[in-house]
């Protein structure tokens, strides 16, 4: 079974593959997704391996299907998915569907071409058809002015004053794009100087392209001018300005007449264009049965040569030769699925080796949906190296618990979980609905860290005793003003409690997590800050230790010996003697000073622990003053006891520093004296002494400026990293005040707004909305996000950086379902 | 301009300039490159650089037109994606430089119209980045103060056209003369503008445009010779910008030879190296690809600074010589004639 322990351990794997039955073989192997192909040569060129040819006719197939999939798409067919996956087909079948797609095609292509013949006929005919609709118009100004022969028509000016009689004007009628019009009659204006006369008029319904397909907005237009040179001249500028024009019928019968005509062949063309429609139209229905299944196929076969190319040819044996990585679990898996595809192709069998190898494997981690989102925190942070120690089992549960440490709400934690809870309740409906909505993918992929973090928080809320910023009070509090007068209690506005008396509190802490009393007592926050800042620290330290012991396995496993000695245990005697006493002495603070008891235990004794630590470390005793009844030491020889654990942290620093590289130096020249021992003595040795040497020394100052910075790493770090960890502390006083911001600022003037009984449900009504969408989206979203970060901060740098290198390289095994995935997105992307 | 604030209009853009020029081939990509059997092998090594599917939708075989098209409409959306989001100054900046395109292509559609070619034809010849609203009309002018009163007074470049109005009918030698003294103003307006903007922008957009400016006159003077442009004429058609001016420039105006024109480039450091090393023999580089080098590493050096607006220019320039070198190798492979196939200008 694999184990999330550490990676799986990989094999390097040679596979002899006969030519006929390779193509099968790779084709079980990409079914199977176990094996991670090594290109065997990249020095050579993309277009001169074996398999060229046939990749470029899958891209040739590829393209055919994508123009089919447009036309598809464009004509709004729904494409249907079964969900089903084809196998990869056999080379042979290659060529039918080659074939197939080339008839598609060009079946496409032709009725396409036909239509789009029709539609430009279609096009000029309607625009012709709106022309002499419109036109009209003008010619009957132009005549009724003429009738009249006023002054009132613009047309008018154009012709000389002393002209007998109408001059034949002529002109030109045509269609245009609407938004060149501007630019259009301007240049009419300079190039004929003002000589020309343009109506135009909107065509109100846009017109179809008929190439690209798209609706079209357009003007028809009609030029008046004089003479023939200006006749050139606006046909040159309609020309350039891509207007159609069609002739016009000067006289109104024929216009008329023209209309008719135009009108019946409309009709004609509507019923060929709707019969082209509908050829088309079930061309691509039956194309978008089955585009699907040819889209996989090809995808299949193209990425079983693209790996085909990868593998070395042997001529001898007229086979291919393949390396990969194989987890050894799974060699089985892989042995089956290749006599599979032997069998398939009939030929004879391939062979499987098992090779040695220095080179570093590549870090495979078999996850399921559980764990898969916790691994990739921690691959985000970098893929472990091969084999060793893996955070995420761990990660799985101190993330949501610091997570929740932070978050620490009920009501807040109950939100986060319900929703966390309906992601993986409704998993499959919603993972089957593929978006690329970033956000939400976010989200779903990390539904079951969600989850978890809403059920932590949850926990930390009951132990903060935090619902919305109020108190929970199940088990009844501990405190109580009984020994009070009710006149006292209603007169004073603070009345202070004392632990000591039996009368006002039960000398028994509340059952589980914090006392309700605490939520409406005026030194909360004091409370609290000093409660949250001493657990903070000791979680941390807590999980830093157990980050430098789990680095115990990693030596053993590795077979480092030395850094056991040299680096783990100076290691867990420095964290040990310094902050592992630091944690001990909350504690002792926690358990032995409190009221009720003796004076020198009494709260007011209790020295501030953060000082005590300070003067350890800089080893300053304290005097005892004689008419004090407290002491400032709180245990017998606790003076002597700290300088002792000082000077064994302070020990630790060298010993860290110098041990293993004196070690190390010393095991060299003990190689080296035994080589000089054993070897004779000649030209050879001391030639190979003088290289030997300089190379020895560049090792060593590598080896030492390492160490060095290891150390200064390892010594400041527990100091900032155990510092670091106060962000526990600091994020969940953040989101407690907030939420307390939110409740007395927004919620409590909803609730006490209308005690005179006027309008209170309706302000509440407005008042909750803006606290319940304010709570999602600064306390639930914003806060839960910050939170999230925080906790990441503290595994990858706090908890990592006592055992975990990451410097591995992650295991892509080549597998048609992660192949097809991504084709698939790259299409839905375009 | 602050540098500090660079960043605030420009940041995203020069980001994302310098992220595509990142994605320009290099020398190895062209020693991958120059051994393509066919035009197929070239697609396909082409699909493995940034280019990435360009022309996965071109049906095999392939035409190298079908390249070059498509190699210029990915540059051009670039550029367009660049401009669109691009404010002042560098949308001027970024729309002085389309200028120059629209010079070249109201000249081919000139020169067309005078053969009589339908304008249709030349349409898809024309550069998209140098294409305005009238430009189809062109045609109607026939004379140079047409050209001006008709089509170009609304353009961008009827400011550089203020020389060149005339009442003569248009011919070949004349059209010349148009996109010369067209281009001569366009260089030195863009020279001032980006002497305006100063900083950065300036140091090294003038270093490049008074190259562009001095390669122009040694070409226009190279090719004058033995046409029936006098030297006076010619000596107007000189950009004023470049390190020729003034004293080269007069040089040049009086020279009779070729020989003439390597002397006067004797007296400049930098284009006597591009003189020298130049000639038409097998082995030799000529002085065109002499100068297009000297181009490719103004550009690149352009890349060397930051804040500033060089690099957008820069960056047009450098793709447009991977255009034309992938072209050329695709002409070579595709007429079978490998001989010339390494003539092409390596992008350092």
Known sequence: MGSLFRSEEMALCQLFLQSESAYTCVSELGELGLVQFRDLNPDVNAFQRKFVNEVRRCDEMERKLRYLEREIRKDGIPVLDTGENPEAPMPREMIDLEATFEKLENELKEVNSNAEALKRNYLELTELKHILKKTQAFFDEREGSLEAGGQTSLTQNLLPEDSKGPIQLGFVAGVILRERIPAFERMLWRACRGNVFLRQAIIEDPLEDPVTGEQVYKSVFIIFFQGDQLKMRVKKICEGFRATMYPCPEAPADRREMAMGVKTRLDDLNTVLSQTQDHRHRVLVSAARNIRAWMMKVWKIKSIYYTLNMFNLDVIQNGLIAECWIPVANLEDVQLALRRGTEKSGSLPAILNRLNTVEAPPTFHRTNKFTKAFQALIDSYGVATYREINPAPYTIITFPFLFAVMFGDLGHGIIMALFGAWMVWREKPLSAKKTDNEIWNIFFGGRYIILLMGLFSMYTGFIYNDVFSKALNIFGSAW??????????????????????????????????????????????????????????????????????????????????????????????????????????????????????????????????????????????????????????????????????????????????????????????????????????????????????????????????????????????????????????????????????????????????????????????????????????????????????????????????????GSGYAFVPFAFETILDQAENAIVET | MLDSIFNIDNGYLEGLVRGFKNGILKQTDYLNLVQCETLDDLKLHLQSTDYGNFLANEASPLQVSVIDDKLRDKLVTEFQHLRNHAVEPLATFLDYITYGYMIDNIVLLITGALHQRPISELMPKCHPLGTFEQIEAINVASTSSELYNAV????????????????????????????????????????????????????????????????????????????????????????????????????????????????????????????EGAGNNPGEKTLEDKFFEHEVKLNVNAFLHQFHFGVFYAYLKLKEQECRNIVWIAECIAQKHRAKIDNYIPIL
């Open chain 1, 480 to 805: 109580h003003v009984r020994s009070y007068n009710e006149s006292t209690i209603m007169s004073n506005k603070e009345l202070t409690l004392n632990p000591g008396d039996v009368q006002q509190y039960d000398q028994y802490p509340y059952p589980f997590g914090l006392d309700p009393m605490w939520q409406i007592s005026s030194n909360k926050i004091n409370y609290y800050n000093s409660y949250k800042m001493k657990i903070s620290i000791i979680f941390g330290i807590i999980h830093m230790l157990f980050g430098v012991i789990l680095s115990v396995w990693n030596y053993k496993f590795f077979n480092k010996q030395i850094s056991i000695y040299c680096e783990f245990i100076p290691q867990i005697l420095f964290l040990s003697c310094l902050f592992v006493y630091l944690v001990l002495l909350v504690f002792h603070k926690w358990v032995w000073y409190g009221a009720g008891g003796d004076v020198s235990v009494s709260p007011s004794c209790a020295p501030s622990i953060l000082i005590t630590f300070i003067n350890m470390v800089l080893m300053k005793g304290y005097e005892n003053r004689p008419d004090d009844d407290c002491s400032p030491y709180m245990y017998a020889g606790q003076f002597g006891f700290q300088r002792f654990l000082v000077v064994v942290a302070v020990i630790c620093v060298p010993w860290m520093l110098f041990a293993k590289p004196f070690l190390i130096h010393r095991n060299n020249k003990r190689k080296q004296m035994m080589v000089q021992a054993n070897g004779g003595e000649g030209v050879v040795e001391e030639g190979g002494e003088t290289s030997t040497v300089p190379h020895e020394e560049h090792d060593m100052s590598e080896i030492m400026i390492h160490q060095g910075i290891h150390t200064i790493e390892y010594v400041l770090g527990s100091v900032s990293h155990t510092a670091s960890y106060l962000r526990l502390w600091a994020l969940s006083l953040a989101h407690a005040q907030l939420s307390e911001v939110l409740w007395s600022m927004v919620l409590s003037i909803g609730l006490t707004s209308g005690s005179d009984g006027g309008g209170g449900g309706v302000v509440m009504y407005f008042i909750f909305a803006a606290w319940a969408s304010l709570t999602i989206a600064i306390l639930v979203l914003m806060e839960g996000l910050s939170a999230f970060l925080h906790t990441l901060r503290l595994h990858w740098v706090e908890f990592q950086s006592k055992f975990y290198s």
């Open chain 2, 152 to 275: 170009l007074v609304d353009t961008p470049l009827a400011d550089f056209f203020g020389e060149c109005v005339s009442e003569q009918d248009l011919d070949e030698l004349n059209i010349e003369i148009i996109r010369n003294t067209l281009y001569k103003a366009y260089l030195e307006s863009f020279y001032s503008y980006c002497k305006s903007l100063g900083g950065t922008t300036a140091d090294v957009m003038c270093e490049i445009l008074a190259f562009e400016a001095d390669r122009r006159a040694f070409i226009i003077t190279l090719n004058s010779f033995g046409t029936e442009l006098t030297n006076e004429d010619r000596k107007k058609l000189y950009p004023q910008c470049g390190k020729l001016y003034p004293d080269g420039l007069a040089a040049l105006a009086r020279a009779d030879d070729p020989e003439n024109v390597k002397q006067v480039a004797e007296f400049y450091t930098e284009y006597r190296a591009l003189f």
